[in-house]
């Protein structure tokens, strides 16, 4: 019988192609999608749970599966209110991981940033510090925490700055080596490879940034 895997974050980018990539796996035979709107999805293997993800305790019973894969983030422009935006960053991941502890759910992937930090004076950087942080806290046997750096490919909203951004770290990748090497602009599919394998094969360690994502995405062809 194929595993249950639960999305959150799938009408994102990163989300979005990590579904593409389970519905096109046979190892699969269920996916469960949270979130606030439909991805539109036609798979037969899709089931979709349409809840307000601040109060994703609501659904436990639905909360079922074999493996979560938490994509859930936001930015400060589409969440310029800092309170409101540490309840999507922090507050949808830890909630997920409780729930995920709860029903017995054995694995645990939760994609943060680079430079995550609880004790950071940068806003973004502390409350991606500090989930991580409380993720931890709640003993899932195999968690794993990505720490990309800036996340290539193309969004549907506009992002002048992180557009500018890409371009100047797509000029400087070939220079960052040796131990810059995490600095890279990273693409969303190395990422959901990485997901995939650590999922499948937990010997990995539980921090993860660019560079130790690449080079699990690398190791196998999936």
């Known amino acids: 019988m194929g595993k249950t895997a639960i999305v959150l974050g799938a009408t994102g980018l990163t989300g979005g192609i990590l579904l593409e ?5 046979s190892s699969y ?49 589409k969440t310029p209110d800092k309170k409101r935006y540490k309840l999507i960053d922090y507050g ?5 991981a409780k729930l995920a502890k709860q029903n017995g759910i054995q694995t645990f ?7 995550a930090d609880s004790k950071s004076t940068v806003f973004y950087s502390k409350t991606k ?4 942080r409380d993720v ?15 996340i290539g490919g ?9 557009k500018i951004g890409k371009v100047a770290m797509g000029l400087l990748n ?23 394998i650590v999922a499948r094969n937990t010997a990995h360690d539980v921090f993860l940034d660019s560079h130790k994502i690449l080079t699990i995405a690398n190791s196998s062809v999936l």
């Not at 968690?143 to 800036?150: A, H, N, Y």
């Open 21 to 25: 990539h389970l519905i096109a796996d």
């Open 29 to 77: 035979d269920k996916i469960k999608l949270f979130s606030r709107s439909s991805v539109g999805s036609t798979s037969k293997k899709v089931e979709e749970y349409l809840v307000d993800m601040l109060q994703l305790e609501l659904h436990s019973v639905q909360f079922t599966g074999d493996e979560v894969f938490c994509c859930i983030g936001t930015t400060a422009t």
């Open 92 to 96: 949808i991941p830890v909630s997920a």
């Open 109 to 115: 992937i939760v994609l943060s940033s680079m430079g």
């Open 129 to 132: 510090g500090e989930m991580e």
């Open 136 to 150: 931890l806290l709640q003993n899932v046997r195999h968690t794993f925490i990505l720490r990309p750096s800036l």
């Open 154 to 162: 193309h969004r549907n909203e506009h992002r002048l700055g992180e």
């Open 174 to 196: 070939p220079f960052l080596t040796g131990e810059f090497k995490k600095y890279r602009i990273i693409h969303p599919d190395k990422i959901v490879k990485c997901m995939k």
